[in-house]
């Protein structure tokens, strides 16, 4: 996120979008305490926070001929300068030497004109652009300024990962932080190393959340990020949900006196918990240590479903099946969740879907020079020539790319984007699936009906909304590595009644199936009470309560 850019395009590729007046004026109340403080602001744009900062220390008792000199922009784009310096000018305040155009970075770990300067506030709206956008120049001189901070940036950290790490250096030993961050930093894998460095670095940190998204004509949901490097009350972490940025300015500016901050965990954990109070906190720590209690890793291996290069190529259903004459090339698909209704995919399940529209079929042609192909599939691969299917990426580097990759078959599928609730289901039709679905290799197939229930649990819920990352519309999405780290309650002699719970879970009654799973697993088998067992399900019903919140807005998926 940041400022205005007169052209579109170009605003997408540098990350710049409008601030929101109401976050402005928040962030600089917030952070700016005393009329004598010195702010930066690492990416100005057109001087929206710039100003709000400006307009805080006038309102503080700064003479506005001395705010011209505690004020310090950076800013990369001249015209988006140069707007700033006229938006302080109209408030009677002197730009000259406010605003540096060049790139943040240049100067980060560098004199730059105010030599080796540290400052009382950074305040800001980092550009978010992600990897792929991020200039290589500009990266490696961002990267430079992390990697003196002790941390290893990766091809796959983004630009306001790097501005809110080097902002933070710059602040002297009170110095508070103020930044507008998308709301990724709570829970994606790539900014745990930034988590971890924020909490060694700051003594107090606040962020607030909104359930609707409060940028103008753009997907991605957004936090504040408020963080002070010595608190004056306590230290530890607070998270607000508010519901849009009109609550600002209702909403009690000095958090610094509230006194219910929560211990902040040094590790790179996400910090979805922190939606939590305190107790439910504790209990998942807890219970994180129960020695009876394994990780999914333990039970099964989670991989990506296949990636074909192009799904309209390589997934078929049955009338075009028959039209391509490919019976004998195929094997049976799942391709979407809505194909995965019960807790047990059968052939008959398999066979009902044939009967529909639904690709059902993925095709699986001989890896064969194109001459030894059957006359079918020759033809049907000249038609995907013809449509350039062979030029896209995954395709082009596989030989011969018509050649379906990483074909096993599951014991199990795993929903990798979740709306309800987490789900495991044991294939029983001999499918395959898609990457939207993620296939699960279990150590002890024998096993996989029991397996599969023991899934279903408050506890696995709960951790699932902690441990997955949710979007803007409400989906919950478990990647591999985070699904193999899910705690599970499973037992070698474990029996329980598969069709009743089978049947309630079709029916929806999931409420009903976890009545049972935690009496047997949470209660009989873990030693958990009534009470405990009670909070692991208001956990998930909290956390999945307000994604899905979130989705019933019609917010959609966060923009890639």
């Given amino acids: 996120m940041k400022q205005k850019v007169t052209d579109a395009t170009n605003q997408k590729l540098r990350g710049g979008y409008y601030t929101p007046r109401a976050i402005a004026d ?21 001087g929206e926070i710039l ?15 001395a705010v011209g000199q505690q004020l310090h922009g950076i800013e990369l784009y001249a015209s988006e300068a140069a707007t700033a310096c006229t938006r302080l000018e109209e408030l009677g305040i002197p730009s000259g030497g406010v605003v540096t155009i060049g790139d943040f970075f240049e100067y980060a770990d560098q004199e730059w004109g105010i030599i080796g300067k540290q ?46 790490v080097a902002a933070s250096l710059r602040l002297k030993p009170h110095g508070r932080l103020a930044m507008v961050i998308p709301a990724e930093l709570l829970q994606v894998k790539y900014a745990e190393e930034t988590r971890a460095f924020l909490a060694r670095h700051f003594g107090a940190i606040t962020i607030i959340t909104f359930r ?75 219970a994180e240590k129960h020695p009876d209690l394994k990780r999914f890793k333990q039970l099964g291996q ?28 195929t094997v049976p698909l799942v391709g979407r969740t809505a194909q995965l209704p019960n807790l047990i995919y059968a052939h008959n399940n398999w066979l009902q879907d044939r009967q529909t529209a639904i690709g059902c079929h993925l095709l699986n042609l001989p890896s064969v020079p194109f001459e030894e192909l059957p006359l079918a599939a020759r033809k049907y691969v000249r038609q995907g020539e013809a449509a350039k299917v062979h030029e896209g990426y995954k395709c082009s580097i596989r030989k011969p790319w018509y050649s379906t990759p990483s074909l096993w078959e599951p014991h199990a599928f795993l929903f990798r984007q979740i709306y309800t609730y987490p789900k495991l289901v044991f294939n029983c039709a001999g499918a395959v699936s898609t990457d939207t679905i993620h296939r699960v290799r279990l150590h002890r197939p024998q096993h996989a009906e029991q397996i599969t229930l023991s899934y279903l649990n408050s506890l696995t819920f709960a951790f699932a909304e902690v441990m997955g990352r949710s979007y803007g519309g409400g989906v919950l999405e478990l990647e591999p590595t985070e699904a193999e780290q899910i705690p599970v309650p499973f037992f070698d002699d474990l029996h329980l009644p598969f069709a009743e719970i089978e049947r309630l879970e079709t029916q929806q009654t999931i409420d009903e199936v976890l009545n049972i799973t935690d009496r047997d697993l949470l209660r ?23 994604r899905l919140g979130r989705g019933a807005g019609k917010t959609a998926k966060i923009a890639a």
């Avoid at 989670?302 to 490919?326: H, K, P, Q």
């Fill in 26 to 46: 928040f962030l600089a109340a917030w952070a700016i305490c005393e009329p004598s403080e010195e702010i930066l602001e690492p990416s100005c744009g057109d």
């Fill in 51 to 65: 100003t709000a900062a400006a307009c805080r220390l006038l309102a503080l008792g700064a003479d506005a001929s």
């Fill in 119 to 164: 400052f009382d506030v950074a305040i800001g709206n980092p550009p978010f652009l992600r990897y792929q956008s991020f200039p290589e120049e500009q990266r490696a001189r961002a990267f430079r300024v992390m990697k003196a901070a002790g941390l290893n940036p990766s091809r796959l950290t983004n630009s306001w990962l790097t501005f809110l």
């Fill in 212 to 286: 609707r998204l409060v940028f103008e004509g753009i997907l991605q949901e957004v936090v504040l990020l408020l963080a002070e490097k010595t608190p004056a009350i306590e230290s530890g972490i607070d998270v607000v949900e508010l519901n849009d940025a009109s609550d600002l300015e209702n909403y009690e500016v000095n958090l610094r006196e509230r006194h219910h901050l929560k211990p902040l965990d040094h590790a790179r954990e996400k910090w979805t918990q922190y939606y939590l109070s305190s107790d439910e906190i504790a209990l998942l720590r807890q």
């Fill in 302 to 329: 989670v991989d990506v479903g296949i990636v074909t290069g192009n799904n309209n190529f390589f997934v078929l259903n049955e009338e075009r099946l028959r039209m391509a004459g490919l019976e004998k090339y």
């Fill in 524 to 546: 009989k088998r873990l030693g958990f009470d009534v009470h405990d067992t009670q909070m692991f399900r208001s956990i998930w019903r909290k956390l999945s309560g307000r």
